[in-house]
Nanobody, 115 residues
Framework: QVQLVESGGGLVQPGGSLRLSCAAS????????MGWYRQAPGKQRELVAT???????NYRDSVKDRFTISRDNPKKTVYLQVNSLKSEDTAVYYC?????????WGQGTQVTVSS
């Protein structure tokens, strides 16, 4: 059974940091590229960052130099370190395979940036 479980979100002040985690199961994690996505209220889900099985990374422009995606293949876990958070980063964050997404998304983890 394919499963994605995100965690690590919370309420932080502008400029704060969080480390998001996503535990994956039910597919061959190490050979799949993974992505972090986010969905803000009233907006479409958007791709934030991707990482290949070998560790090559890409980021959307608005998060470059602030977010870092990483993975631990033996633990089947992908991480997103989010620094220098801004109010516009407020969203529910999800992980999934990239580009061939799994149909069933996890519950996501809420990140709220507010003073």
């Amino acid at each position: 059974q394919v499963q994605l479980v995100e965690s690590g979100g919370g309420l932080v002040q502008p400029g704060g940091s969080l480390r998001l985690s996503c535990a994956a199961s039910g597919f061959t994690f190490s050979i799949n590229s993974m992505g972090w996505y986010r969905q803000a209220p009233g907006k479409q889900r958007e791709l934030v960052a991707t990482i290949s099985g070998g560790g090559n990374t890409n980021y959307r422009d608005s998060v470059k130099d602030r977010f870092t995606i990483s993975r631990d293949n033996p633990k089947k876990t992908v991480y997103l370190q989010v620094n220098s958070l801004k109010s516009e980063d407020t969203a529910v964050y999800y992980c999934n395979r990239w580009p061939n997404q799994i149909d069933t998304w996890g519950q996501g983890t809420q990140v709220t940036v507010s003073s």
